[in-house]
């Protein structure tokens, strides 16, 4: 069974940038779809970005379209998140997910993933 691991998170002033990771501490993520997610206080978890298998499809939510980039390392096995021109409202706890599915797709709805890490938290003072 795959685990995940997200580091990055930290503190930063807005309009400054974070990098997200998620690696692996058991199994391997290649031909697995990946998605990063996040959870406000008091908010439900939502979809951020998402890759394909392959790397070759991406899809963001409207609210980081533009400002964010998610994109995967067959070599090293990650996927990372790169943030810029973060904002207060971005402040959250990150998920990386994973999942398999049959074909090469990109996924952005939190119920089709199976695998999860533990998060990392992501604070953006104003």
């Known amino acids: 069974q795959v685990q995940l691991i997200e580091s990055g998170g930290g503190l930063v002033q807005a309009g400054g940038s974070l990098r997200l990771s998620c690696a692996v501490s058991?199994?391997?993520?290649?031909?697995?779809?990946m998605g990063w997610f996040r959870q406000a206080p008091g908010k439900e978890r939502e979809f951020v970005a998402a890759?394909?298998?392959?790397?070759?499809?991406?899809d963001y939510a409207d609210s980081v379209d533009g400002r964010f980039t998610i994109s995967r390392d067959s070599a090293k096995d990650t996927v990372a998140l790169q943030m810029n021109s973060l904002k207060p409202e971005d402040t959250a706890a990150y998920y990386c997910a994973a999942g398999r599915f049959r074909s090469d797709v990109v996924v952005t709805i939190e119920r089709f993933y199976d695998i999860w890490g533990q998060g990392t938290q992501v604070t953006v003072s104003s």
């Open positions: 058991k199994g391997t993520i290649s031909g697995y779809a």
């Open positions: 890759i394909s298998w392959s790397g070759g499809s991406t």
